[in-house]
Every structure is written in C-alpha cells, then in structure tokens.
Nanobody, 127 residues
Framework: QVQLVESGGGLVQAGGSLRLSCAAS????????MGWFRQAPGKEREFVAGISRMQWSTFNTNYADSVKGRFTISRDDTKNTVYLQMNSLKPEDTAVYYC?????????????????WGQGTQVTVSS
C-alpha cells in the first residue's frame, strides 16, 4: 500500500504561482511512477503531468499540452515527495488536483493505470 497526501492548494490570481506537494508513505516510493491529475466541476479527471521512477540517474517527464511550459513536475525520493510547480496560472486551471502512484517504470496519461490516489487539493485561480 502507498498512502498519498497532497498539500499546497489554494486561491491565487491569474498569472500567479502555486507549488503542490504530494507526500507518500508505505511501500517503496521510488519504485513508482507518479502522476498529477485534475478534475474540474462537471468535467472528467484529466492528466496534467507525470514523472517516471529513476532510470540511469534521471527521470522522464511528460505533460498535457494545456500545461506545457507553465507546470513542472519533480520528485525527491529522499523525501518520498512529488511536486507540481504551477506558474502563469489561468482560471481554466481551477480544479481539484490529485496525485497518483503507479507501480511501473513510466507514468501513464490514463487515470485507470494508477494504483494509489491522494484525497486531492483544491486550486482556484481567479480572473
């Protein structure tokens, strides 16, 4: 089992920044690829960003087109934590943000490919 707890959400004006954190406990965090997803009211959960487990001293990342160049995913396996740095926020980024863990090398854009989920943290961007 892996337990995930997100933090760092809040209310921010358009153009501002937030950094989300997801702290993991339980089974070996470093063995899991990690993903961030979001869900806005009335919409389906969508992939935001993913990061692989370490491979040859580096991580692979990928992003949804809507956040490329604005969001950065990273992880610190010594702290069992994954981060999502969000810059140049837009009102359409408003959603509940979830982190997820996948017992696999690489992340997936499919939410049903993940084994464990956090409870979510609300991000609201005002115009």
């Amino acid at each position: 089992q892996v337990q995930l707890v997100e933090s760092g959400g809040g209310l921010v004006q358009a153009g501002g920044s937030l950094r989300l954190s997801c702290a993991a406990s339980g089974r070996a965090f470093s063995n899991h690829a990690m993903g961030w997803f979001r869900q806005a009211p009335g919409k389906e959960r969508e992939f935001v960003a993913g990061i692989s487990r370490m491979q040859w001293s580096t991580f692979n990342t990928n992003y949804a087109d809507s956040v490329k160049g604005r969001f950065t995913i990273s992880r610190d396996d010594t702290k069992n934590t994954v981060y999502l740095q969000m810059n140049s926020l837009k009102p359409e980024d408003t959603a509940v943000y979830y982190c997820a863990a996948r017992l696999w090398r690489d992340p997936s854009q499919g939410w049903d490919e993940y084994n464990y989920w956090g409870q979510g943290t609300q991000v609201t961007v005002s115009s």
